[in-house]
């Protein structure tokens, strides 16, 4: 966070609100998938894309509370552009499925912003795999493998960047000594939510970087990157009542507003500035640098490879 909410050299800072990053901006010429749209960071992104002009597709976990974040949206903005679709991002079968009905609805697809994230004690997803890997981590590196097409094909036919945004955390810092536990994944013994929620951070900014490369390497006019949108007061604490407790405490002396929480999701989507730009980290709408281990481009395309076995096992 920039000291004292100064601005960096993108002219905005921790302060900035999304409406702020994206003022000005016409974005009525793109589509975009919000995932985790329904609350938190999420539905502001949604709220201020749509006001932007952006056709928004909301990926939702409930389906009856997006359509709920739909109508306000639609009383507050009057010819917003909204669809809501399921998506369980701890199932790949349900990802699999939401992808099958994007590419069955023809809709073009300018941005992907892998929003949605969970903080929880130790369990499995439906599919095996730890839950916050699975919903974190590897249920947005299946949906942007699957939706990856439809992106470069919007590219080409609209001459319009692609962008796709990890919202990732600098939490990621606070992972385990390895970075990935490759064959602990699933480990209960030596288990610690954060360190895990860490890891699933720490995955996402290589998901980004590994993506990045593959993309300019094939000359591709999509670009990916990753970003911490701040500590902000949102429901991703539910499951952990201390922490979250602490955080309502003193939330409104530290924390940042939702408004301001997704202001770099939205600069990083938006904004013209960020044209080209690829395989970097955001922090309060600027450019941040990352540690080694997020740099590391040995770990990540490891990474990559050990998420396609889990992905298309055998």
Same mark, same amino acid.
């Given at each position: 966070? %920039? ?5 960096? +050299? ?32 999420g539905?502001?992104?949604t709220?201020?894309?749509?006001? *932007?002009?952006?056709?928004l ?24 552009? @909204? ?14 499925? /939401? ?21 929880? +004690?130790?369990?499995? !997803? ?10 974190? $981590? ?7 493998d ?5 992106m &470069?094909?919007?590219?080409?036919? !609209?001459?319009?960047?692609? *962008? @796709?945004?990890?919202?990732?955390? =600098?939490? $990621? *810092?606070?992972? $385990?000594?390895?970075? =990935?536990?490759?064959?602990? =994944? ?7 939510? %954060? ?9 996402n ?12 390497e ?19 604490l ?5 922490m ?7 939330? &409104?002396? /530290?924390?940042? #507003?939702? +408004? ?6 939205? $600069? ?22 990352? #540690? ?5 481009v040995d770990?990540a395309?490891?990474? *990559? ?7 298309? +096992? &055998?």
């Amino acid at each position: 966070m %920039w000291i004292f909410g100064s601005k960096g +050299p993108s002219g905005f800072s921790s302060s900035s609100t999304a409406e702020e990053v994206t003022q000005g901006i016409d974005g009525s010429a793109l589509t975009a998938i919000v995932t985790g749209a329904s609350s938190g960071i999420g539905e502001e992104t949604t709220r201020v894309l749509a006001l *932007r002009g952006v056709h928004l597709v909301m990926a939702v976990r409930n389906v009856d509370a997006g359509r709920n974040v739909k109508e306000a949206k639609l009383r507050e903005i009057p010819g917003a552009k @909204i669809d809501v679709m399921a998506l369980d991002l701890s199932s790949m079968a349900s990802i699999r499925k /939401f992808a099958s009905q994007y590419q069955s609805s023809n809709l073009p697809l300018n941005l992907l912003i892998n929003n949605a994230g969970v903080v929880t +004690p130790f369990m499995l !997803s439906h599919d095996g795999i730890e839950l916050h890997f699975a919903t974190n $981590y590897l249920g947005p590196f299946l949906l942007t493998d699957l939706l990856l097409e439809t992106m &470069k094909k919007t590219a080409r036919e !609209s001459n319009i960047e692609g *962008r @796709i945004v990890n919202v990732s955390s =600098i939490g $990621y *810092r606070l992972t $385990y000594s390895e970075g =990935i536990r490759f064959d602990k =994944i699933n480990d209960e013994s030596g288990y610690y939510s %954060w360190y895990a929620y860490g890891q699933s951070k720490l995955a996402n900014i290589l998901h980004a970087k590994e993506l990045s490369r593959r993309l300019k390497e094939d000359g591709v006019e999509i670009t990916a990157n990753s970003l911490h949108p701040g500590g902000i007061l949102t429901n991703i604490l539910r499951h952990d009542h201390s922490m979250n407790g602490f955080c309502h405490l003193i939330g &409104k002396y /530290f924390l940042k #507003s939702i +408004p301001q929480g997704a202001a770099t999701t939205c $600069y990083v989507a938006l904004h013209p500035h960020v044209k080209g730009v690829s395989g970097e980290f955001f922090k309060d709408s600027n450019i941040c640098n990352t #540690s080694s281990m997020a740099k590391d481009v040995d770990l990540a395309k490891k990474l *990559r490879d050990f998420s396609f076995t889990l992905i298309n +096992p &055998k």
